[in-house]
């Protein structure tokens, strides 16, 4: 049975800043204030995360600017089941918001070569406003990659989440 890791953002992901239909998803909508910000998340996309994440050749792991504050603060307000779920930080000599390098594209990359899964699933709304992540997934050897960057406004729709699956079946 093939290793799949999935690495997730927050913001734009699971976030979604509007309510839409096209999203897909048909549980509620939920808002609430977390840390000062206010998160808007749907029910069923967090229960398919937590199914997901249940299955025995996947692993989650947070990849995201609210680093630890996922695990401590976001993940039982939302009802997701990541207090287990490794966090990737800013690699050393990286800065959280710099434009001119992208932390997470570094944190996943090392990540990555550490673990050798036999595929990665990358869920980022700002994926594919990196071209350096872009040529990085396009180019890499060392596993198969599904990048998933979703529309900001909406976060992670149905249609990806189905893609996610099927690629991990593949």
């Known amino acids: 049975m093939s290793k ?28 609430d204030i977390i840390n000062g910000y206010h998160i808007h998340w749907y029910t069923d996309l967090v229960e398919s995360l937590n199914k997901l994440s249940k299955q025995e050749n996947v692993e989650f792991k947070w990849l995201t600017t609210w680093q630890e504050d996922a695990v401590t603060k976001l ?9 287990e779920w490794e966090v990737l930080y800013v690699p050393e000599g990286e800065e959280l918001f710099d434009r001119r390098s992208w932390w997470k594209l570094h944190a996943l990359k090392a990540d990555v070569i ?19 992540a872009l040529n990085w997934a396009e180019d890499q050897t060392i596993t198969n990659i599904l990048p998933i960057s979703p529309f900001t406004d909406w976060g ?9 699956i099927e690629f991990i079946n593949s």
């Open 114 to 132: 550490k673990h050798r899964p036999d595929k990665v699933v990358w869920i980022d709304d700002d994926f594919k406003y990196a071209n350096d």
């Open 4 to 31: 799949t890791i999935v690495y997730i953002d927050v913001d734009g992901v699971i976030n979604s800043f509007q309510q839409s239909r096209k999203t897909g998803w048909d549980g509620e909508w939920k808002l």
């Open 75 to 83: 993940s039982e307000p939302l009802g997701i089941e990541g207090l």
């Open 156 to 164: 992670m729709t149905k249609e990806d989440f189905n893609d996610i």
